[in-house]
C-alpha cells in the first residue's frame, strides 16, 4: 500500500514528461491520481452518475490526444480540470441533460434538526459559506439540491471553489477568466444559494 501511495504522489511534471514519451505507466498513474476527483467534480456539476462516468472518461481521452501539446504553462491539474469542466459545461449546454430535482421532491426528506441547523446558518452572518455545511450528511443534500438550482457558471465556480478547494487563481485558469470574474462570480452564486435554500425554508 504505501508503495502505491508513493508512486501516486510522484510530481506531476515528471509524470507529465514520461507520458509525452509514450510511457503508459506514467499516463496511468496520472489518470489513477486525478480520475475520481475530475469525476466527482464533474458529477457535481451535470448531477448525473452515468454522464459523469462517460465525460470523465473523455475528458481522460481527450488529455492522453493532447499531452503532447500541454506546454506546463498551468500546472497539470488546472490543465486537466479545466478540460473537464469545458467539455462539461457544453455537454450541459448542448444537450439540456440537467434534470434539477425540487428540493421538496416526494423522495427527500429532511429532519427538522437539518432544517433548522440550515436555518442558523443562513441567518448567521459569520457562518460559513452554505457549501461548507456538506461535511453534515443531512445538509449536504440539501445544499447540493440547492446547488443543481444554479446556473452552470455559478455551479460550478461553488464547486471548484468550496467543494473542490480550488484557489482563486486556479479557478481563474481553469475557467479562462480575471480573477475579478471568479470572485464576484462566486460572490453571486453563493448569495443564490442562500436564497435558494432559504426559499426552502419557508
Not at 22 to 47: M, S, V
Not at 87 to 96: A, E, F
Not at 134 to 144: D, H, M
Not at 196 to 201: A, D, P, R, V, W
Request: net charge negative.
Amino acid at each position: 500500500m504505501q508503495s502505491e501511495t508513493a508512486s501516486i504522489n510522484i510530481d506531476d511534471a515528471v509524470l507529465v514528461r514520461k507520458a509525452k514519451r509514450g510511457d503508459p505507466a506514467a499516463t496511468e498513474r496520472l489518470i489513477r491520481k486525478y480520475q475520481n476527483r475530475i469525476y466527482n467534480t464533474i458529477l457535481k456539476i451535470c448531477a448525473n452518475a452515468d454522464d459523469a462516468a462517460e465525460l470523465t472518461q473523455d475528458t481522460f481521452v481527450k488529455i492522453i490526444e493532447n499531452i503532447d501539446k500541454f506546454e506546463a504553462r498551468s500546472s497539470f491539474y488546472t490543465w486537466a480540470f479545466r478540460i473537464a469542466v469545458n467539455l462539461t459545461l457544453n455537454y450541459c449546454q448542448r444537450d439540456d441533460k440537467l434534470g434539477f430535482r425540487s428540493l421538496d421532491a416526494d423522495d427527500t426528506e429532511y429532519n427538522e434538526q437539518a432544517k433548522q441547523v440550515l436555518k442558523d446558518l443562513l441567518a448567521d452572518d459569520s457562518s460559513p459559506d452554505p457549501a461548507v455545511v456538506a461535511q453534515n450528511k443531512e445538509l449536504c443534500k440539501i445544499v447540493i439540491g440547492a446547488m443543481m438550482k444554479l446556473d452552470e457558471a455559478h455551479r460550478t465556480a461553488i464547486v471548484l471553489r468550496d467543494i473542490e478547494g480550488m484557489s482563486y487563481a486556479q479557478i481563474a485558469e481553469v475557467l479562462d477568466i480575471e480573477l475579478g470574474t471568479v470572485r464576484s462570480r462566486l460572490s453571486r452564486a453563493r448569495s443564490n444559494l442562500r436564497e435558494i435554500m432559504e426559499t426552502f425554508l419557508q
